[in-house]
Nanobody, 118 residues
Framework: QVQVAESGGGLVQAGGSLRLSCVAS????????MGWFRQAPGKEREFVAR????????YYADSVKGRFTISRDNAKNTVYLQMNSLKPGDTAVYYC???????????WGQGTQVTVSS
């Protein structure tokens, strides 16, 4: 099972950008599709984006399409989430994990906090 550690969160003003990173353990990293999820206070965890094992296919939630970009570097066992044009509604703890379609299947890391001020 893939173990992950997220980083890169912080406080940013609306309209700003952040780049999140997720480093995964295991030598079969490229075999796993990976996804980003987020959980805002008082809300359920929700899907944000996913990327295939090769990196050739991506899929986004409608709420982030056109603003966020998921990518991966299999040589570094790392998945990224580039977040542009951030909105206060993007404020949440962001998590990554392995996925099947848009559903999580792996273990969760500690997450990384993203706070967008208006």
């Amino acid at each position: 099972q893939v173990q992950v550690a997220e980083s890169g969160g912080g406080l940013v003003q609306a309209g700003g950008s952040l780049r999140l990173s997720c480093v995964a353990s295991g030598h079969t990293f490229s075999s796993y599709a990976m996804g980003w999820f987020r959980q805002a206070p008082g809300k359920e965890r929700e899907f944000v984006a996913r990327i295939s094992g090769s990196g050739g296919n991506t899929y986004y939630a409608d709420s982030v399409k056109g603003r966020f970009t998921i990518s991966r570097d299999n040589a570094k066992n790392t998945v990224y989430l580039q977040m542009n044009s951030l909105k206060p509604g993007d404020t949440a703890v962001y998590y990554c994990t392995s996925v099947v379609a848009a559903s999580p299947r792996g273990s969760w890391g500690q997450g990384t906090q993203v706070t967008v001020s208006s």
